[in-house]
């Protein structure tokens, strides 16, 4: 949910230390970090968005630009929390972490919990099948619509490497996801059940 | 395979259609994925965050109402690391430095600290057997009062000043029959020594730190000849 044109009195605000300015830059933001932290493979995500939130209260003197380049802005900050993260762990995680669907299913946002686990499992697998910035750059272009340039700064990489990256990603799903000559078809992530959101 | 931005572009906005032959999978895929990551609500943990970010909008609200405390802070951790670092640099250039030249067989404390070798108290003994073809006999100026030849008739005069890494082939016109005998004996001595003006062989010392001694003192005749 983007704030829009009180976008530029909302970023004032906070900058002058106003916590309701402060609260709603939060609320904008942190369901789409909370998603992508978890999505990377961060090893406490909740822990990340916290830290994440700080750093861009220490840093927002430096920024400037608009509601389109705040979030890019607040992305790039996420992905150094959670480079962060993986060093602290010691690795870098191959798989993304459960934490997302742990609190959705607390969350009883979905009483159909077991097709809806079942269906992330199988995105989950197919995903694993890229790197970890093929499948950054495809769940940062395909959830949070960053355009190529915008993804190139978040990850620290040239808007070349981001398209290869990307086309790299894009030909594996499609090496994997077509059906074979002779067989059945392809595996294939369950279609969503018809579910009733309360 | 390339692909095309704007194909590119429109296949992650999904805009393809799913039957599409060759992206229409992949397109479908795409469509799933944000149902494996939606966006997550906060409310559960939103407190804590809130009042983190609003401690963190005190400090740095203090920070800008006192900006010299934080300067000067910065300022000093700056520079103190500046200075720490050139310290250290320092001394590991310092050490690595000892440590090459002892590894040479260089004693660099040792050229630093010690004092030159003095050449006077072996003058006696290295150039008794020189000195008795290069000057006249006469005074036997024992300057060094060190031992001298007297104490040790016919035999091989020891030095007693410190070794000289170089050593120095030291003939001298003369006596060669005694020269020969006592050459290496005395050559050390010889290098600690001042080679004597009549000496036209003796090369200059290679390497050096202590200046020519005066004069040597010619040595008694028949002294340092053995037998």
Known sequence: ?198 | MGLDESEVSRLLRGDVPNDDPVWGEVSGFLDTVGTAYPAVPTTAFEGRHLAAIAHETRLVQSELRHPRQGAVKRLFTGSHRVLAGSVGAFLIALTAGVGVASALGINPLGQLLAPPPVASSVVPQATSPEADTSSAAGNNGDESGTVSPEAVPGSVPTPTTLPTPHPTATKTPGSVGDEHKNSRATEKANNAATPTPHNTKTPKPRITKTPAPPKATPAPPGKGKNG
């Open chain 1, 1 to 198: 949910m983007a704030i829009g044109p009180r976008f530029p009195q909302v970023l004032s605000s906070a900058a002058e230390g106003a916590d309701w300015a402060w609260a709603e830059l939060y609320r904008d933001l942190s369901p789409a970090l909370l998603r992508y932290l978890a999505s990377q493979g961060a090893v406490d995500p909740e822990d990340c968005l916290g830290e994440c939130f700080v750093h861009m209260v220490r840093r927002l003197s430096a920024f400037e630009g608009d509601e389109a380049a705040f979030r890019a802005w607040a992305f790039t900050i996420a992905r150094s929390r959670l480079v962060d993260s993986w060093r602290s762990a010691g690795r870098r995680p191959v798989r993304p972490s459960d934490t997302v669907a742990e609190t959705l299913d607390l969350s009883q946002h979905h009483p159909g919990a077991d097709g809806g686990l079942d269906q992330r499992e199988a995105v989950r697998e197919v995903l694993d099948l890229l790197t970890p910035d093929q499948r950054s750059v495809l769940l940062l272009r395909v959830l949070d619509q960053f355009s190529v340039a915008e993804t190139a700064a978040i990850i620290g990489k040239s808007e070349g490497a981001v398209k290869v990256l990307q086309n790299r990603a894009l030909n594996t799903l499609r090496r994997r996801l077509a059906p074979r000559p002779g067989s059945g078809p392809a595996p294939r992530p369950a279609a969503p059940k018809p579910t009733v959101l309360h």
